[in-house]
């Protein structure tokens, strides 16, 4: 079975110490609704070191955005148990006034899916940003929002607009700038580079590189595999509400180990003329997800054993849940 490390524990690589900010362990959150509870993220466990960023990857309505909710706790008809640890504090175990005040934009931020439903069409840019700083009681607020604007690469003139006169590209960057405005530590970015063009997307790519060299760590939130090898250094890897496969980059995209990830990669069309291949089936119902394995109906490398529920067993860098790999 996998085994969290401590939130104290410590890393040397060189002569540099790093330790664990972030640490998320058997989280769980489900939804009331008038079927029944849907249990969208079950037991999940990932850590993240300083300047680390995870990527999250899985089929529509397996739990990535319920995940991101979860962390920065904006989930409004969910329940959230397990522990989520963020530079040794209990962020589950605050008051929400507490956490609102201390984490929420200052130390832990997110970009949400879909620009243009995160931005108000009655309000310019610099109303929409001047309402953050007065939450936060920030001082020099024009300084301060004019900082993130020219960060993802905008000049001031775009404050003055409302949000129908930018383009697609444009308004998914003032997303971004309102999410580094009170310069936090962690951003969960919630598919930033959805609908937008080729171009507009790599764009985009290149401004989350930049924002990490500067020290930013993430959790992108994707469909798109190629982008997750530029950006993250851990990946987990989400089937069912559960993160079935969890490593680094490197181990993910040359040596998967869950049937379920080797799928997703055998999926993306290559330059080589390789034949994409889809996994057949659907993923499970989450108002009853079931007790055996969540991907069994759909894996042709299943065995009698997977008709048990699977623990994680421990990979070099993370953890899969596959009878598989025992």
């Known amino acids: 079975m996998f085994i969290s490390l401590s939130v104290k524990q410590k890393f040397w690589i060189g002569s540099k110490e790093y330790m664990t900010f972030i640490s998320v362990n058997g989280l769980s959150t489900k939804y009331d609704s008038t079927y029944g509870p849907v249990y969208a993220v079950d037991d999940v466990d990932f850590e993240l070191k300083d300047g680390e960023s995870i990527g999250i990857a899985g089929e529509s309505a397996c739990g990535k955005s319920t995940l991101g909710l979860s962390v920065i706790r904006t989930l409004s008809n969910g329940k959230t ?47 929409q940003f001047l309402e953050i700083t007065k939450q936060h009681n920030f001082g020099d607020s024009q300084k301060i929002i004019s900082d993130a604007i020219y960060a993802v690469s905008l000049n001031e003139s775009v404050l003055k607009k409302y949000p129908h006169e930018l383009s697609g590209g444009m308004k998914q960057r003032v997303v971004i700038a309102m999410a580094l405005l009170l310069k936090p530590k962690f951003v969960i970015a919630d598919e930033p580079t959805t609908a937008l063009d080729v171009l507009t997307q790599a764009q985009i790519v290149n401004l989350l590189k930049n924002l990490k060299k500067d020290g930013m760590a993430f959790m992108l939130i994707t ?11 851990k990946i987990g890897i989400m089937y069912g509400g559960q993160i079935v496969e969890f490593g680094s980059s490197q181990e993910i995209y040359k040596n998967p180990k869950h049937p379920y990830t080797k799928g997703l990669l055998e999926s993306i069309p290559t330059l080589h003329g390789n034949v994409p291949k889809y996994i057949e089936g659907s993923p499970p119902s989450l108002l009853d997800p079931p007790t055996k394995c969540r991907f069994l109906d759909r894996c042709n490398v299943a065995v009698e054993k997977c008709k048990q529920l699977p623990p994680k067993f421990k990979t070099e860098t993370g953890y899969v849940r596959c009878w598989l790999f025992e």
């Open 81 to 127: 148990k397990g522990n989520i640890f963020f530079d040794g504090e209990p962020l589950l175990e605050l008051q929400e006034s507490d956490f609102n005040k201390r984490f929420r934009w200052k130390k832990i931020s997110m970009i949400f899916q879909g620009a243009m439903n995160s931005l108000d069409p009655v309000f310019t840019i610099n109303e």
């Open 223 to 233: 469909h798109d595999l190629a982008v997750l090898s530029e950006i993250a250094e």
